[in-house]
T-cell receptor, first 118, second 115 residues
């Protein structure tokens, strides 16, 4: 069973289109994230949700809108796609390392979704 | 300010050589967690190790070892007898207890092991 799964794995689209990437985790974690990895491999946090509530919202254009219908899902919707949005987007989840219930607190990543905007 | 610094952008070694990847972090929290991740050419991000701030014991796992030194705020990663399969980008990361689930990643070190 895949712990963190995201779809689609590849997405090629035209500038100006709207697209969504879906993410689901079956680990029972409280917190989910979206990261963007650019061509230089920098991993940049975009959003983080804890129990469906937004807790981290980095400086990201408001064309990006996360949606968390429940704590196992965090989807990313992107409006009016631009060339600079081309990147690999990683979904991740974690359990707060402070819970003391044996969870290690590390991030579990999905396989990534490679978005190419033409 | 960069909370996690990986000064080595790219490293190349010949197979069977040992290699150390440096990681320096910055935090004012007394409770924090340090991580290493591996990203092979296939692209997935693989968790390697987690260390909490109260545990300065070094760790060895096969050919991998980690040296955590609070005095120098470093958490270095050594691969002994490197192999071609070790070629990847390696990321060091920090999570602080006070900021909950915020993870700070370094910029990564790209390791190439030449056969």
């Amino acid at each position: 069973d895949t712990a963190v799964s995201q779809t689609p794995k590849y997405l090629v689209t035209q500038m100006g289109n709207d697209k969504s990437i879906k993410c689901e985790q079956n680990l029972g974690h409280d917190t989910m994230y979206w990261y963007k990895q650019d061509s230089k491999k920098f991993l940049k946090i975009m959003f983080s949700y804890n129990n469906k509530e937004l807790i981290i919202n980095e400086t990201v254009p408001n064309r990006f809108s996360p949606k968390s219908p429940d704590k196992a899902h965090l989807n990313l919707h992107i409006n009016s796609l631009e060339l600079g949005d081309s990147a690999v987007y990683f979904c991740a989840s974690s359990q707060d390392a402070r819970t003391g219930d044996g969870n290690t607190g590390e991030l579990f990543f999905g396989e990534g979704s490679r978005l190419t905007v033409l | 300010a960069q909370k996690v610094t990986q000064a080595q952008t790219e490293i190349s070694v010949v197979e069977k050589e040992d290699v150390t990847l440096d990681c320096v972090y910055e935090t004012r929290d007394t409770t924090y967690y340090l991580f290493w991740y591996k990203q092979p050419p296939s692209g997935e991000l693989v968790f390697l190790i987690r260390r909490n701030s109260f545990d300065e014991q070094n760790e060895i796992s096969g050919r991998y070892s980690w040296n955590f030194q609070k005095s120098t705020s470093s958490f270095n990663f050594t691969i002994t007898a490197s192999q071609v399969v070790d070629s990847a980008v390696y990321f060091c990361a920090l999570s602080e207890a006070n900021t909950g689930n915020q993870f700070y990643f370094g910029t990564g070190t790209s390791l190439t092991v030449i056969p």
